[in-house]
């Protein structure tokens, strides 16, 4: 390693600097000249600002390929899984609630003497032991590529030469979550300031031929971790992530999103002058989709959205409406400084279906709707067009005799232009 590196490698943790996904950030920022710009072009400013002290302070000569990693077995996914309404409700288990891989420190750092010079992934100290003699270090820069590419096809050509400059680059790769691995991976423990194997989850990306694994560590940035039980809901979804270890032979590498969200959040906000402006209409994609709320991300950002959020039609459970990686066009809400996050509305992108409800469905006229949902005595019925129906039951009919999804005639009523609600009466089943 040369001399600067390994100078980098061995410095000193600071115990105010945080954690970026497992990789060291530093914590404290420096000022900003504000000059005179406006206060919405300051608060870019300082944004971009942070972001890029954010990846300066990312020591890549603590994430140079120098891991063995077993590529590990598959966790089965639980039958059911809400993503984010469970995650607020404090149901995850414990391992979950316990993790602070914010305190971890990476393994280059402050090597002892009797320990080899390796490079780790950081993880919570929870995960059982296995001793680190059972894994070799691999290293980038000492490998054959001349004999392990020479009979590759072209479209492997193709993988390897993209993951080789996200490694040299830090350039930003996307692929699809195929699934969640557990994994022996090489961690130094905070305690003891040794080196042991311990398992952790990861997702599994694979492009062509190639196993990209994210550990759990590297998936959310510092400060927006989220339950671990999570990632499992992320399989299908889309997700950036730059190459950050590389076992040519294994044919695996290591992999983090949150380097990633870093780059897009900076490219997402750029110029003040150019940068989203509320009302624009962006490109947004689910992460995880729960059965109250979705997980969408958008330049970077991760919002979660209700479901009134979401559509003007009530919608009983978005998982099944919605999946992880169903791309969305949302309205951009603007940008929120203080907390570091962005809002966004999936409603707001579409044309609101009262809207001329009135000439497409008159009052005394009668349609066609599907029930959608009860509450209070009332029913909710959609129509084709996605307008909404707040409903009673007309003389005779109970509650009991009709059901979620059932088709029935309803009678137009009555309009609230005010509130743009349509009042109308279940006349029968169809």
Not at 76 to 105: C, F, L, M, W, Y
Not at 121 to 139: C, H, I, M, R, S
Not at 181 to 189: A, K
Request: hydrophobic content about 35%; some cysteine.
């Amino acid at each position: 390693m040369p001399k600067k590196k390994a100078e980098a490698a061995s410095a000193e943790p600071n115990p105010e600097q945080g954690m970026l996904g497992g990789f060291n950030i530093e914590a404290n920022q420096e000022p900003v000249d504000t000059g005179d710009k406006l206060p919405v072009e300051l608060h870019l400013e300082r944004e971009i600002a942070d972001l890029e002290q954010k990846e300066k302070g990312i020591d890549f000569t603590d994430i140079h390929p120098e891991v063995g990693f077993d590529r590990g077995k598959t966790v089965d996914s639980p039958t059911t899984s809400d993503g984010i309404a469970e995650a607020e409700s404090g149901s995850a288990n414990k391992p979950v609630q316990k993790r602070k891989t914010s305190k971890t420190k990476l393994a280059s750092e402050d090597k002892p003497t009797d320990a080899p010079e390796q490079s780790a992934l950081p993880v919570k100290a929870e995960f059982g032991k296995v001793p680190v003699n059972t894994y070799k270090p691999v290293n980038f820069f000492e490998t054959d590529f001349k004999r392990l590419d020479r009979d590759l096809s072209d479209p492997e050509r193709e993988e390897w030469n993209e993951i080789y400059a996200s490694f040299r680059s830090k350039s930003i790769l996307t692929g699809t979550v195929i699934g969640v691995d557990e994994n022996d991976l090489p961690v130094r423990d905070p305690e003891t300031k040794q080196i042991e194997m311990r398992k952790i989850y990861s997702l599994v990306i694979i492009g062509y031929r190639v196993k990209i694994l994210i550990p759990e560590n590297a998936v959310w940035v510092d400060g927006e971790e989220r339950a671990i039980y999570l990632l499992r809901g992320m399989i299908g979804a889309t997700v950036d992530y730059v190459i950050t270890n590389v076992d040519r032979e294994g044919e695996c590498c290591l992999a983090s999103r949150a380097i990633a969200v870093i780059k897009r959040r900076r490219a997402f906000l750029g110029n003040p002058r150019t940068a989203p402006k509320p009302g624009d209409i962006l490109k947004a994609s689910a992460l995880v989709v729960g059965s109250k709320r979705c997980l969408l991300t958008c330049g970077g950002f991760d919002v979660p959205l209700w479901t009134r959020e979401m559509s003007y039609t009530p919608i009983l459970d978005m998982r099944e409406v919605y999946r992880p990686g169903q791309e969305f066009s949302a309205q951009y809400l603007g940008y929120d400084a203080e907390n570091h996050r962005i809002g966004l509305s999936v409603k707001l992108a579409t044309p609101n279906p009262f809207i001329g409800a009135e000439r497409r469905h008159p009052v005394g006229r009668r349609r066609q709707a599907v029930i959608s949902g009860k509450y209070g005595g009332g029913v909710f019925c959609a129509l084709p067009d996605g307008t909404m129906v707040l409903c009673l039951y007309s003389n005779g009919h109970l509650d009991s005799d009709f059901l979620l999804g059932d088709s029935v005639i309803v009678h137009i009523a009555q309009y609230d232009f005010k509130r743009q609600f349509i009042y109308g009466r279940i006349v029968t089943k169809w």
